[in-house]
């Protein structure tokens, strides 16, 4: 008597197709909404921003491009920003072919800024440049820094000074330049302060 595989066989595939539409999910995820939150932005501010200068490399969009891909991974700069300088108000509307403008971005090597903290209600989730938060880590959020810049912050009222990375975008409340993490904050005698001044050198 033989015994009918079929099924066995068609839930086996079944199983396969549902994992790799999960695994293509979770790695569109950041992307998806990326473009959702960029979107609704410009919608917001209008479509062109002032570029900073006139610094600046041309980038033709090749096949299969996202302004995420062109901005984080290629050039580490921000995506948001990329959009405004080129007047693109549809981060999913860009085509193999056309040229977008990649203005560096430029800032004073020693600043002062205001500094905040976030932590455990961010913890592991994607931060802008597509790193899971951890908020134990040396990382920072900036609004226009590229990702990857690495700083120096100084706190000068206790004397103490750290370096970190930047990896996020924000804070996006008015009169704060620098979100940290609740690890630099600590070392950095910011916790229970809540916000404070600091002197910040790009490195």
């Avoid at 560096?104 to 500094?115: D, E, I, L, M, W």
């Avoid at 961010?122 to 040396?138: C, I, K, L, V």
């Avoid at 990857?148 to 009222?157: A, F, I």
């Amino acid at each position: 008597m033989g015994i009918d595989l079929s099924g066995l066989s068609n839930e086996i595939i079944d199983s396969t197709r549902l994992q790799e539409q999960k695994k293509k999910s979770v790695q569109e995820t950041s992307k998806d909404k990326f473009s959702d939150v960029l979107r609704l932005s410009l919608e917001k501010e209008g479509k062109k921003g002032d570029p900073p200068d006139t610094t600046f490399k041309e980038y033709t969009v090749k096949p299969g491009d996202t302004l995420w891909k062109i901005g984080v991974k290629l050039f580490q700069e921000d995506p948001y920003k990329i959009a405004k300088d080129n007047g693109i108000a549809n981060p999913d509307l860009i085509f193999p072919g056309q040229k977008i403008k990649i203005y560096k971005s430029s800032h004073p090597a020693v600043q002062n800024v205001t500094a905040s903290w976030y932590g455990n209600e961010y913890h592991r989730r994607p931060t802008a440049s597509g790193e899971r938060f951890d908020m134990y880590q040396n990382t920072l959020a900036h609004k226009t820094l590229p990702f990857g810049t690495v700083v120096r912050l100084y706190n000068p009222e206790n004397g103490r000074s750290i370096i970190g990375k930047v990896n996020d975008r924000g804070p996006f409340i008015q009169g704060r330049d620098v979100d940290l993490s609740f690890g630099m904050a600590d070392r950095l005698g910011l916790i229970k302060k809540g916000i404070g001044k600091l002197v910040m050198e790009i490195l």
